[in-house]
Every structure is written in C-alpha cells, then in structure tokens.
C-alpha cells in the first residue's frame, strides 16, 4: 500500500532554514511526479515544488524559486524540501504528494496526484 509520510515542520523565525523530509513506501517506481503542495488558514492547497521521478527535473513556484529545493533520496525512498530564507507567508501545512498518471511536465493542480502525506506544520514568526 502506498504512504507518505512528512516530517520536519516547526516554528521558525524569518530568515531562518528549515528542511521537510517524506518518506514513501509502497509501489513508488510507479510515480512519475513527486510535488510538495502547502496550505495556508482560508486558501487552497498550492503548488510550491516538484520533481520528475525519471530524470530528476525539477519546477518550482515563482514565489519560492531560489529560496527552496526539492531532491530525493532513492536510497531512503525520500523526498526533501530545503526551505532556505523563509518568510512569514511561507507559513501553511506543508504536503508530499505523488502522480502515478503519466504527463510530460510535472502537474501543478492538486488533482493530478493520486497520493498525499498527512501534512506537516510550518510556521515562519517575523
């Protein structure tokens, strides 16, 4: 059976790092795509950053590109987000999630992906 699990949340301060990790079990070497979505109080699920599980390209959101970076583990059968020079807005429930349908670039609505961690809190103080 599939699972993600996120770890590596916690209150920070601005300017601070911070690095998320999610463990995957299960039929993994079927997943095309694997992103980390985040959720802040009152908005939608969105797309920080995403990595393509066969030649390892990545894509990120304009908000957090040069400040984050997605790599995985094969090894540990993990996927890491370093989140550098954080801000307060980058404040939300952080997810793994994971796309077992095929598409050329790495999808960034939430409803492309097939499998979700339970998400983890990340809270930047000013």
């Known amino acids: 059976q599939e699972q993600l699990v996120e770890s590596g949340g916690g209150l920070v301060q601005a300017g601070d790092s911070l690095r998320l990790a999610c463990a995957a079990s299960?039929?993994?070497?079927?997943?095309?795509?694997m992103s980390w979505f985040r959720q802040a109080p009152g908005k939608e699920r969105e797309f920080v950053a995403g990595?393509?599980?066969?030649?390892?390209?990545?894509y990120y959101e304009n908000r957090v590109k040069g400040r984050f970076i997605i790599s995985r583990d094969n090894a540990k059968n993990t996927m890491y987000l370093q989140m550098n020079s954080v801000k307060p807005e980058d404040t939300a429930v952080y997810y793994c999630a994971a796309a077992s349908r095929f598409s050329i670039d790495i999808p960034i609505a939430a409803a492309r992906y097939d499998y979700w961690g339970q998400g983890t809190q990340v809270t930047v103080s000013s």
């Open positions: 299960g039929r993994t070497f079927t997943w095309y795509h």
């Open positions: 990595l393509k599980s066969r030649d390892e390209n990545t």
